[in-house]
């Protein structure tokens, strides 16, 4: 399990808001979410006594980002939504152009998958994406080798597509690094990068991660 993964809650499930100053009508709400089977998306896990998930709601065109912490570690989790399932939301345009990069991806090994307010307004009709919204991608290699031509192919879609795109790309041992963060080490030639895990943030050494996988000639 990792972070971004998606848990399915159950009436029965005993949680608590982490924070207790929510409006009632919010509490309810994350109640008929639940009831809805709607997900919730695990987060970065800060304390041995609860398993924190969250979610984002719609409540008088107002949004709310909600932390759960449950009282036990859920045994099932799915993996985050596939890009691929959310490509009729845009135009026939914008669709040959993520289903281009899903190839692309795929020929390097990589599932793309959704988070963030796309994968949200999948889940859940309430949640409105609007023309500023980024596009939230998690890329999944299965092997690090390929990261030089991942990140080559992130940077050529970045700059075809209209919707600004950001997002992580998830290594091994749950360890995840941003793509923008290391596009832009790499060309201010920056040693360290941030790698966040599912209990823990770090600095490490972008030789490190990447193996000598990397050059720094990406702009």
């Known amino acids: 399990m990792n972070r971004h993964d998606l848990i399915y809650l159950q009436a ?5 808001f982490l924070d207790a100053s ?5 509490k309810q709400k994350i ?3 639940i009831s809805q089977n709607i997900p919730f998306t695990v987060c970065r896990q800060e304390s041995e006594d609860y398993f924190k998930v969250a979610i984002n709601i719609m409540l008088q065109q107002r949004k709310y980002r909600v932390a759960l912490g ?14 691929a399932r959310i490509l009729d939301r ?30 949200n ?10 023309a500023q919204s980024d596009l939230d991608l998690l ?19 970045k700059a075809q597509l209209c919707i600004p795109i950001d997002g992580e790309i998830a290594l091994e041992h749950k360890q995840n690094i941003s793509f923008n963060e290391l596009i832009f080490a790499l060309h201010h030639q920056q040693e360290q990068i941030i790698v966040k895990g599912l209990r823990d943030i770090k600095l490490q050494s972008i030789a490190d991660i990447c ?7 990406h702009h």
């Open 12 to 16: 029965s499930d005993s949680y608590r």
């Open 22 to 26: 929510l409006p009632l009508q919010v």
């Open 31 to 33: 109640q008929e979410q």
């Open 70 to 83: 449950l009282n036990a570690t859920p045994t099932l989790s799915q993996r985050p939504l596939l890009l």
């Open 90 to 119: 845009f135009s026939a345009e914008i669709q040959t152009m993520l289903q281009h990069f899903i190839r692309a991806m795929q020929q390097l090994s990589c599932c793309v998958y959704v988070y963030g307010s796309y994968a």
């Open 121 to 130: 307004q999948f889940f859940n009709p309430d949640i409105f994406v609007h």
């Open 139 to 157: 890329i999944q290699p299965e092997h690090r080798h390929a990261l030089d031509q991942i990140i080559a192919e992130i940077i050529k879609f």
């Open 211 to 217: 193996g000598g996988n990397l050059n720094a000639s």
